[in-house]
C-alpha cells in the first residue's frame, strides 16, 4: 500500500527512471486518464472510466495501470482559483487515501486549475462539436494535467545540471 500522496521531490525519488506515469482527472462522473511515455516528455490522452462505486472505479484504474507498467500516479487536484481548498478537492485527496489503501504505487497531486477550460478553449477553437467535446474532453483534461506535471519534472532536471545555458 502506498502512502498519502507524496510531494513532489518525494514523488519524484519514489519513481523508476523509465516509469510511466498515469494523470488522472478526477470528476464527478468520469475519471479521465492520460499516459506519459517512457522518458517522460509527453502525456497522451488514454481513457476515460464512466464511475459507478469506487471499489470498481479503483479495480478498472489499477487494472489499467498495471496493463500499462505505470509507476506512480498523478492526481489533479482542483483547487479554487484563489487556491483555497472547496468539496471537490476534499473529495479527490479521500479518493486518493483510499486508493492509496489499495495499491503500492506512488501518487502525488498536480494543480489542475483551469486544465478543464483551457482543453474545452482548444475543443472549440478546432470545431470539435459539443458531443465530440463531451467524449474526450476528461481524456484531454488528464493529458494537460499530466503534461504540466511533466514539464514541472524537466524544469527540475534543467536546474540541478550544471552544464544548462539558461
Do not use: C, Y
Amino acid at each position: 500500500m502506498a502512502d498519502a500522496p507524496l510531494a513532489f521531490d518525494d514523488f519524484l525519488a519514489r519513481i523508476g527512471r523509465d516509469d510511466r506515469l498515469l494523470g488522472l482527472d478526477l470528476g464527478t462522473t468520469t475519471i479521465g486518464l492520460a499516459l506519459s511515455d517512457i522518458g517522460r516528455r509527453i502525456a497522451t490522452p488514454l481513457e476515460t472510466i464512466a464511475r459507478k462505486k469506487f471499489k470498481l472505479d479503483a479495480d478498472k484504474l489499477l487494472a489499467i495501470a498495471t496493463r500499462h507498467a505505470v509507476g506512480g500516479l498523478v492526481i489533479g487536484l482542483p483547487v479554487n482559483m484563489d487556491g483555497s481548498e472547496g468539496p471537490r478537492v476534499q473529495s479527490t485527496k479521500s479518493f486518493a487515501r483510499n486508493l492509496a489503501a489499495l495499491t503500492p504505487l506512488p501518487m502525488t497531486f498536480w494543480d489542475e486549475r483551469l486544465s478543464t477550460t483551457a482543453v474545452t478553449r482548444t475543443l472549440l477553437d478546432a470545431d470539435a462539436s459539443r458531443r465530440r467535446r463531451a467524449e474526450v474532453v476528461d481524456k484531454m483534461a488528464a493529458a494537460f494535467i499530466m503534461q504540466g506535471f511533466l514539464d514541472r519534472i524537466h524544469l527540475a532536471e534543467r536546474s540541478h545540471d550544471p552544464r544548462r545555458l539558461f
